[in-house]
């Protein structure tokens, strides 16, 4: 085992998968020269040169559609938004014609992309660089998303992201790029998409959380084991596929669910997941399912405000405390 | 006495609100070229070719037109009628493995690079037999293993996947030129803007062409657009060039030239092609902006005609022959419907294929 940062554990990904297959390559703003906005490209250019690490204009339109073309043209790009809060721009590229191309066409082309780079908020960065984009691209059949937690999570679901035949957003966080974890040596080592993890075992409740999310999580469960409450944490890892099974396996032991999701509220992950326990684990549940997610209101810039605005341990202890009707 | 105020309208300076009732021409078309076949080096054989090919699109139209008009198949039908020298002239200009990509207006140019008859009329009919399964219907017509990469459904969205496409071939050092074609409606949209200060800063082998038929779906080119559309191409260094696009040996030649000086120094070019478009923007366009003198100006010159007059003109071919040619196409556009009325449509299961090239998932 190493340990690695975040961001070494993502570039060891890229490094490995661009040195096995001279097909893949990244591009997008600041990844050559500048090192990577967030370093997570760092050295890259040196290693592999400008054709395969490329600066792109702040076009986010332009350079995604470009990869979908060079993705249909058999290349498989990586393409790095400086965070998906700018992939909006895009956002044509990615639903309307990297999701859709092989399917309007008849199976004629495919489009092995990678789009990847910082998703949700990173302190007070205020209202347009602070929405978690997860839930919504996964809403959209044909995209894989996959959000993790941790850095070994990242390494190995990087390389199967980069590998897979079909388009997949994988999203990091800028809070995260610097947390250090062990990640496995051992040789290509990947983690097949759409398999979650349980991360912590407990008996009183599932919690279900993802990428920051689950960090809250964990913390939530050591106050709440201080009181004799025993969490069961899922990081689903994937948001699309997700390993739905794991989760009702464990809702079947636990009885009681809280999901905490770094999305407003409408239609996320939270509400599907609800949903979802709600079909397949009706009779098991001892109390409604609970969920922690943004509120319905844009990220305010002030400190006080933002710090209620973003979900913390303690909105997770409450929803803990609900389901198990300790208040 | 105080000037009276402009009203204060949303439209460019002279144009009236009435409408007036001149023929006011929707594109100024450039001369076409004085050349010979001779001296374009092509055959009498490949003018007879070049011939078939306009006819098989226009024939091939109309009577989808008429298919869809007694309610045959369903959704959108825009009509590539008028600007079939463009396709024509380009294939023949081109390579045979030289990418082209478009968007929604491209039964034409998937019947030049190699969707049959009957597999674009199956697509219209939304068969299993189609050239894209029935999945796309008429807006994505496509043939990739002829390196037709197909039609795109929304308005510039497929301009930087022609970008990457090139992008592509310039990696693999292929020698491939690739063509995205544009309608002049696309040039508003800021996709082709991204698209071409990338290709020219990173100096990918592409044409970017827009098939000016004056109309952005019911707005008038002088309405919708400021200035010449070629000029783009100034503001990013790029080579460009305009023609007539009512002429296919005006389209060969150049679209040759270009082709081998893309090939050659890998650099981009925006090309501006006029032309006309004799049908609605689609099936359920009354055209009431623009008027029937309009068009029968543009017909007077039609293509086909034109390159008929010329085979006639130059003994390349009697009328005999050219009956035959005609006659041939309408028998094959016929068997063509009769194939597509017979194909089956796709099973059910269909319906969950096509979606991931790797495992499929989906979420229920």
Not at chain 1, 217 to 236: R, S, T, W, Y
Not at chain 1, 244 to 263: A, F
Not at chain 2, 213 to 231: C, F, K, L, Q
Request: hydrophobic content about 35%.
């Amino acid at each position: 085992m190493a340990e690695l940062q975040f961001r070494e554990a993502i570039k060891q990904a890229i490094d490995e998968e661009m040195e096995s297959d001279e097909n893949v390559f990244i591009m997008g703003e600041e990844v050559a020269e500048y090192n990577g906005a967030y370093k997570v490209t760092e050295g890259l250019l040196d290693k592999y040169g400008f054709r395969r690490v490329i600066d792109t204009p702040i076009s986010e339109l332009g350079f995604a559609g470009i990869g979908v073309g060079a993705a249909m043209n058999g290349l498989r790009p990586i393409v790095e938004f400086m965070t998906f809060n700018f992939a909006v721009l895009a956002a044509d590229q990615i639903i309307n014609h990297a999701s859709k191309a092989r399917y309007m066409l008849g199976g004629q082309v495919s489009t092995p992309i990678v789009f990847r780079g910082p998703n949700a908020s990173a302190g007070q960065l205020g209202a347009t660089h602070s929405v978690a984009y997860d839930s919504m691209y996964a809403m959209f059949p044909g995209l894989k998303v996959i959000y993790t937690s941790e850095p070994e999570d990242a390494k190995g679901l990087l390389k199967s992201a980069i590998r897979d035949d079909d388009p997949v957003l994988f999203m990091e966080s800028e809070q995260m790029y610097g947390l250090k974890g062990e990640v496995t040596e051992e040789e290509d080592f990947t983690i097949p998409i759409g398999k979650g993890k349980i991360k912590r075992d407990g008996d009183d409740v599932t919690v279900v959380a993802t990428g920051k999310m689950y960090h809250i999580a964990q913390n939530a469960a050591k106050e709440l084991a201080k009181d004799g409450v025993e969490c069961e944490i899922i990081d689903p890892r994937t948001i699309k596929p997700l390993d739905m099974e794991m989760i009702v396996e464990s809702v079947k032991k636990t009885n009681r669910c809280v999901v905490v999701d770094e999305s407003h509220p409408f239609g996320g992950l939270a509400s599907e997941v609800g949903f979802l326990i709600q079909r397949e684990a009706f009779d098991y549940l001892d109390a409604p399912v609970q969920r922690v997610t943004l509120p319905d209101v844009n990220a305010p810039f002030s400190k006080p405000l933002f710090d209620l605005w973003l979900p913390d341990a303690k909105n997770v202890v409450e929803a803990v405390n609900t389901v198990t009707y300790r208040k | 006495m105080a000037k009276k105020k402009d009203e204060g309208i949303f439209a460019p300076v002279g144009i009236s609100k009435e409408g007036d009732s001149k023929i006011d021409k929707a594109v100024d078309l450039p001369d076409p070229t004085n050349k010979t076949h001779k001296q374009l080096k092509l055959k009498n054989d490949q003018v007879l070719e070049m011939f078939e090919m306009m006819y098989m699109q226009r024939r091939f139209e109309e009577r989808a037109m008429q298919m869809y008009q007694k309610g045959k198949f369903g959704g959108f039908l825009h009509l590539y009628i008028g600007q079939e020298a463009i396709s024509t002239g380009t294939v023949f200009a081109f390579n045979d493995d030289d990418d082209i990509i478009t968007a929604y207006r491209d039964h034409g140019w998937g019947l030049v690079r190699g969707v049959t008859p009957k597999e674009g009329m199956a697509e219209l009919y939304g068969k299993a037999t189609g050239c894209s399964k029935g999945k796309g219907g008429s807006m994505h017509f496509a043939k990739v293993e002829n390196h037709y990469w197909g039609g795109y459904g929304i308005v510039g969205g497929h301009i930087p996947l022609g970008g990457g496409l090139a992008f592509a071939n310039k990696y693999k050092d292929n020698g491939r030129v690739m063509a995205c074609f544009l309608g002049d409606g696309a040039v508003d949209q800021g996709a082709l803007h991204e698209t071409m200060n990338i290709s020219q800063l990173w100096s990918l082998p592409a044409i970017y062409v827009v098939e000016n038929n004056g109309y952005s779906m019911g707005t008038a080119a002088r309405r919708h657009t400021v200035n010449e559309i070629v000029d783009r191409a100034k503001a990013y260094g790029m080579k460009s060039k305009v023609l007539n696009g009512m002429d296919v040996f005006t389209v060969y030649e150049e679209m040759q030239k270009i082709a081998k000086d893309v090939r050659k120094n890998s650099e981009p070019w925006f090309v501006e092609i006029r032309t006309y478009r004799y049908r609605g923007h689609s099936m359920s366009d009354p055209q009431k902006y623009r008027s029937k003198e309009e068009l029968e100006e543009y017909q007077k010159i039609d293509p086909i005609e034109r390159l008929k007059s010329y085979i006639l003109d130059k003994n390349i071919a009697g009328e005999d022959e050219i009956d035959k040619i005609q006659e041939k196409i309408e028998d094959t556009v016929l068997e063509a419907i009769d194939f597509a009325e017979d194909s089956p449509f796709p099973e059910d299961d269909a319906l969950y294929e096509d979606m991931f090239a790797g495992e499929p998932y989906f979420h229920h």
